[in-house]
């Protein structure tokens, strides 16, 4: 079948094609319907099935013979390791550790939080919540205390597991300290914390919260699978949003097992049994859906690896796994090959490797430049397939479907809407644009089950955030076109998200940060364009009146204040002191004006402006921390 047939099926029938979708998952009682809209828009799916997670990840794998396959395998070049875990042993461990949080009174819907680095324990807790449906919600390594600590109010988890470290190439990142700063910082306290002590840094536990998790792990009687309504959460998983206040995105269990089974054979068109990399990190969705989840449930062996495309030794690293590993399908984002291409430009480490096993590169994360996806084509001579989606929809919305059909790449395209997503263009009063007009873009509701069902706690802030702007349509946020073909472009953001190396921020949030400092009266940050990691954030701050000091000094508490707060991975190190910032007549701050002076692009200046000379001021601050790059 063609996807224009899969397509049509999907939309002229949508109930049947996923209640098909839903029969490779096993149920402990099969749903008798998929969508139930009586509380829309509010959908949910598959909501009178019963279900779970782990069984569908680990055990029906080991009950259906395949215990010794290699489920995970994990490949640190930071610690020099490499370690293999079968679904059997997989099984075994996530048992143990769900029957001891569960004797510790971890039970259905009670939250956990996870703040770990990539080590296959990662994965182990996250099943072992779904094991006896604990909601769970990972935390990114790169977050600072504070991050952590908002994400520890908002989901009140009654126990955190984290690790006693993190390997960055660059330092050992001391995960202990960092947890323990959360906890006092948060007004909810977990009633427990269960600690992975690494090698290469043991934490000081703290006597009477934290246990060791070897000997929390074996203290208890392994858990069974605990079956969960279809609707029950999986995980929360924070993501940026306009304000520093992180959105808890909230995904369904049954949705989120059906959608991801059908997306390993369907988009990246693998078998069980092959073997599936997804280089990214469980804190966010990508390692969430493809290296944790759909792998496994689709009986793949997933890599969770430990290191970064350069530096680790060197820009042949993901050369030597893809060989050592036989990877079928390597999924990253393009800030990864931009790093390789920018050390290895001819990418002469591949000669020492064979990467034959290799039959396609999947990228997304941010928008994928067409110099990239040629350099790469070139290098690797296989497809280089572009998809995009969202960690509130935590798969696919527009891609390739290489397993239905591979369709010609347009670069700078991600191709088609995939079944489950009617994808529309609106204006500005929600009005279709004609082919190839630029405008938002929206998608008709409901969305596909797998995606967001709300943000936790937060119905009002989902509904104003995602469903009011275009009745009757989530909005993405994200502006792009539809060519003639029916082609997807994705070209850039509508509101204050930045992508950095693939990672989703919020500019809003660290101007949050800025205004805390006590010399700053004002500020704006802006995401510049980057050769390496697409968007860097740059910030411009007003100061009050009377503040004296040196703006040299001034603007490095600015850069260390949103380190210490946010977290290294805002990557913020370019600021500057102005005067004043350029405002319409009304006062709104014109941000998009000098993104475009900070890129080198023409600029007209705005009819609305309160005082063009500003802008003048504003292109000598760039021009102090090197913007534009390339003026043209
Ligand atoms: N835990 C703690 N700190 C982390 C971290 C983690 N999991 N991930 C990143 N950081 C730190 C880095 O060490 C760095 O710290 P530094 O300022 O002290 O050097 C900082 O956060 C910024 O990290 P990053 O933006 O990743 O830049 P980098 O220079 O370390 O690496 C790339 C650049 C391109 C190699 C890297 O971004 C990369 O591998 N990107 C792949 C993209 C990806 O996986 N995206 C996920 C979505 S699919
Ligand atoms: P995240 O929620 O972190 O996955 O980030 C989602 C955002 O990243 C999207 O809304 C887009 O702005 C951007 N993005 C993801 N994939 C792509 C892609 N293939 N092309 C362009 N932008 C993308």
Known sequence: MSYKD????????????????????????????????????????FADGRVNACYNAVDRHVAAGRGDQVAIIHDSPVTNSVTRLTFAELQDRTARLAG????????????????????????????????????????????????????????????????????EPSQVVHYKPLLDGAIEIA????????????????????????HDWEAFALSAAPADCVPVPGDHPAYILYTSGTTGAPKGVVRPTAGHLVALNWTMKHIYDVA?????????????????????????????????????????????????????????????????????KRDDPEAALLAGYDISSLRALFLAGERADPDTIHWAEDKLGVPVIDHWWQTETGYTIAGNPTGIEMLPIKHGSATVPMPGYDIRVLDEGGHEVAPGALGAIAIRLPLPP????????ADARYEASYLTTFPGYYETGDAGLIDEDGYVHIMARTDDVINVAGHRLSTGGMEEVLAGHPDVAECAVIGVADALK????????????????????????????VRAELGPVAAFRLCAVVDRLPKTRSGKILRG????????????????????????DIRAALAILGYPKSPT
């Open 534 to 561: 697409g968007q860097l954030p740059l910030g411009l701050v007003c100061l009050k009146k009377g503040a004296a000091r040196a703006h040299d000094e001034i603007a490095a508490e600015c850069i260390a204040k």
């Open 6 to 45: 899969t397509y049509a099926r999907w939309k002229s029938d949508p109930e049947a094609f996923w209640l098909e979708a839903a029969r490779a998952i096993d149920w402990d009682r099969a749903p008798s319907r998929a969508l139930d809209d009586t509380r829309a828009p509010f959908y949910s799916w």
């Open 450 to 457: 797998g995606t967001l069902s709300t943000l936790w706690n």
């Open 187 to 210: 007004a909810h306290k977990p009633e427990f914390c269960v600690i992975l002590q690494r090698e290469q840094e043991r934490a000081e536990l703290t006597p009477g919260r934290d």
């Open 272 to 340: 069980p049994g092959e073997v599936f990399w997804a280089a990214s990190d469980v804190g966010w969705v990508v390692g969430h859906s493809y290296i944790c989840y759909a792998p496994l449930i689709h009986g793949n062996t997933t890599v969770v690896f430990e290191g970064k495309p350069v530096g680790t030794p060197d820009a042949g690293t993901f050369w030597r796994v893809i060989e050592d590993h036989g990877v079928s399908v390597l999924f990253t984002a393009p800030t990864a090959f931009r790093a390789i």
């Open 593 to 616: 004006t000098m993104v475009k002076l900070a890129d080198g692009l023409e600029v007209a200046t705005p009819a609305t402006i309160d005082d063009p000379t500003i802008l003048d």
């Open 100 to 167: 001891a949080l569960s004797a510790k009174g971890v039970g259905l819907g009670d939250r956990v939080v996870i703040y770990m680095p990539m080590v296959p324990e990662a994965l182990v807790a996250m099943l072992a919540c779904a094991r006896i449906g604990a909601v769970h919600s990972v935390v990114f390594g790169g977050f600072a205390a504070k991050e952590l600590a908002v994400r520890i109010d908002d989901a009140t988890p009654k126990a955190i597991i984290a690790a006693s470290c993190g390997i």
